[in-house]
């Protein structure tokens, strides 16, 4: 019986990921604190509807959970093989999103996106297609609500000035 890599690891090289994540969180987690008026920060959380804000968290976690399906069905319409399941998706699009905020340029969790998802392609480079495929079909979206919103809205700016 074969066995992994990461089952041979000696003990400590097996913990080395859970450990550098935790060394970022707690990074970010102290900047945050430095950087934040935590009085503040919680006066405004106190003042917040349970209501309200359990709807944002549910709309934002169901935002991921369309990404990753749609991130899905674009592996598939790409020729993918040995899909990960959905959850797993999720999990990566809200790693990569992590990545798109904390790394300059924005474009870090794409990368990592794409080179996660390469052992599903036989061309690595498909992988990164899917991944700029995915974000034109969400920038498209933008457009689009952005058109209707322009055509539809009210006139927000006076342009006669």
Do not use: H
């Amino acid at each position: 019986m074969k066995t992994s890599a990461q089952d041979s690891a000696s003990p400590p090289r097996r913990w080395r990921p859970l450990v550098l994540r935790l060394v970022v969180l707690g990074v970010v987690g102290w900047w945050v604190t430095q950087s934040t008026d935590l009085n503040d920060f919680g006066a405004v959380l106190t003042r917040l509807p349970v209501l309200i804000g359990g709807a944002a968290l549910a709309i934002a976690l169901g935002n991921m959970v369309l990404a990753g399906l749609r991130w899905r069905a674009l592996m598939v319409a790409f020729g993918a093989r040995d899909l990960p399941p959905v959850l797993t998706l999720v999990r990566l699009f809200l790693i990569g999103q992590f990545y798109n905020t904390f790394v300059p340029g924005s474009v870090g969790g794409d990368v990592v996106r794409g080179a996660v998802s390469r052992a599903c392609f036989d061309s690595g480079a498909t992988s990164y297609a899917v991944v700029v495929s995915e974000r034109l079909l969400g920038l498209s979206a933008l457009g689009l609500i952005f058109l209707f919103g322009f055509a539809a809205g009210p006139s927000i700016v006076d342009l006669g000035e």
